[in-house]
């Protein structure tokens, strides 16, 4: 990982020096795993961000806007009791390795001092947060280990805290020389198992910079030391890395002026997908659930109406029993006749226990079932089709909600057949919206969720109001409100949105459609914010979020 010891030594750092003396005002549980620390200094609103989450265990500061949820869980609480109104002291890492101490400063109600301390251990599966006092007893912990678990290290209320140090902290300089005495040449893997907090990535640069050097790893490993951070973000083989120096040999490299904004900028989207994946998964579940029942029954529902379509062979072989009465023995269990309207001999199975008439009548009943059965089945074929269109379209509003867009699917999936565990107690009227500004007298309203969509397009849309969707995909609704009329640069920023905000988010030259809200009708009984519309023109537009986060919303 990239996020190794050294990375994180400069890190905490640089967090020591933005954070240090600030007052911890709140703490916000934004999901299972990641918690949002507001700290007040020097009339500056910061935030600091802490996840524990398996593959996106991290710390930085943050400059994004995030849903805080009115209700936090248990270990929020115990967090707020310690830590909120206190003075942040200092902010290190530990021999090199990835654990960041916090350490701060409070006073109770009867003016007593007390310093307490958050140890964050950035483990990947065994990312942890423990609390501790100034003694280094731990009050609590997100996970405990107790001493039959690991015996060389105890998580528990009264325990003392020992930090998860076992290799050699790589400034240790008596200790280096010990090892390259040892190891003249190790190779990557005997570096990893040997120093505290050293990445595969530093490993195997570390080894391949003393070949180029032509020079022992030793001088690699000690010229590697020197290092200041120089953020940097590159892609190497169409994935991203990145690392607190620059130690990539590729030209597509981007660097920034802090780690924290280097971390923001490479966790912000996958962190947001697994705090909605946490928050949302029974719903989720529920989702795919419901869609894969849907699709599973629309396989049957094909299979039933070709075999109901193929009903008309009952006819036409109660048609040649009736043609061959006399030709048939009474008990046969099957009958060859020649057929004049397939005009081919075809094989009948007969029930022994009837007379050829009835036989007969019986072919006849069957085609008359088979056929009456084909309209039934088309109309269940089109529920089923809506209804997968229906989940479809919740699934891919679910990949870029909010935890407020997530209540309001969540409400609306009740008549489904969706339980929430968690009653959300909101009393909002009005959907959650966000609204758009990229010019004083226009505003630009973006659905994210059926909800929305049919309060922007049927409730708040006025006639002249122009209303946009990608083609024939599904997507959001965007209405743009204005005075004046339209101008390029609105509509390629409402038809950016449309497209971002669609199935089409990663094509390029999608589609758009836009009329005005006049033209715009519901589709009469069918689920979700499914409308029809005319007179429409069509924008082909290339997705750009950067271009999104740009554009300024409405608090």
């Not at 400063?105 to 307490?116: C, I």
């Not at 609704?477 to 640069?489: A, D, I």
Request: aromatic residues 10%; contains cysteine; glycine residues 4%.
């Amino acid at each position: 990982m990239s996020l190794d010891g050294r990375f994180i030594h400069f890190l905490a750092q640089e967090l020591h020096e933005a954070l240090e003396s600030g007052k911890i005002q709140k703490i916000y549980q934004l999901s299972k795993t990641d918690f949002l620390f507001m700290v007040r200094k020097s009339r500056q609103n910061l935030q600091l961000y802490l996840s524990l989450s398996t593959a996106l265990a991290r710390l930085h500061l943050s400059q994004m806007a995030y849903d805080k949820p009115e209700q936090p869980g248990g270990f929020c609480m115990l967090l707020r009791k310690y830590f909120e109104g206190a003075t942040l002291l200092g902010i290190t890492s530990h021999h090199g390795d990835r654990v960041v101490e916090i350490q701060t400063r409070h006073y109770d109600d009867l003016g007593e001092e007390h310093r307490d301390c958050l140890f964050l251990e950035i483990m990947g599966r065994y990312a942890n947060l423990v609390v501790t006092d100034q003694s280094r007893r731990i009050i609590d912990a997100y996970h405990h280990v107790s001493p039959f678990e690991n015996q060389d290290r105890t998580i528990e209320k009264g325990a003392l805290y020992v930090t998860p140090t076992t290799k050699i902290d790589p400034e240790d300089d008596c200790a280096v020389s010990r090892f390259f005495q040892d190891n003249p040449e190790p190779n990557p893997k005997q570096i990893i198992d040997a120093f505290n907090g050293i990445s595969p990535l530093l490993a195997n640069y570390l080894v391949a910079q003393a070949r180029t050097m032509n020079a022992p790893v030793k001088d690699s490993f000690s010229l590697w030391l020197t290092h200041t951070p120089y953020p940097t973000m590159a892609w190497v083989n169409e994935k991203q890395r990145f690392y607190y120096f620059d130690l990539f040999d590729t030209l597509e490299k981007k660097t920034f002026p802090s780690l924290s904004e280097l971390l923001e900028a490479y966790y912000y989207e996958s962190g947001r997908t697994e705090r909605i994946r946490q928050i949302a998964k029974n719903l989720l579940q529920f989702v795919k659930r419901e869609l894969d029942k849907n699709l599973t029954k629309h396989e049957r529902l094909l299979d039933d109406l070709a075999q109901a379509e193929k009903g008309f062979m009952h006819r036409i072989k109660g048609d040649v029993l009736l043609q061959h009465l006399h030709n048939i023995t009474l008990g046969s269990t099957t009958f060859s006749g020649f057929s004049y309207e397939l005009d081919a001999p075809i094989d009948i199975a007969l029930d022994p226990l009837l007379t050829p008439i009835k036989n007969a009548n019986l072919y006849y009943k069957k085609y008359q079932k088979s056929k009456n059965s084909v309209p039934h089945i088309r109309e269940q074929l089109t529920l089923t089709q809506a209804q997968i269109e229906y989940y479809q379209l919740i699934d891919l509003q679910l990949e870029t909600a909010t935890q407020r867009d997530i209540e309001e699917i969540a409400a609306e999936l009740e008549p489904q057949g969706y339980s929430r565990k968690r009653r959300f107690l909101s009393t909002r009227k009005v959907p959650n919206l966000n609204i758009y500004l990229p010019l004083p007298d226009v505003e630009i309203l973006l659905g994210k969720n059926n909800t929305q969509n049919t309060y922007i397009t049927h409730t708040i849309a006025k006639p002249d109001d122009w209303w946009f969707h990608a083609k024939d995909i599904h997507g959001s609704h965007v209405l743009v409100r204005s005075e004046q009329p339209l101008t390029e640069s609105v509509i390629r920023h409402a038809a950016n949105l449309a497209a971002y905000f669609s199935q089409g988010r990663y094509s390029s030259s999608v589609p758009v459609d836009y009329t005005q809200k006049r033209h715009v009708r519901k589709i009469p009984g069918k689920s979700g914010s499914f409308v029809s519309y005319t007179h429409h023109k069509t924008i082909y537009i290339d997705p750009n979020i950067d271009l999104i986060d740009s554009l300024k919303l409405r608090k």
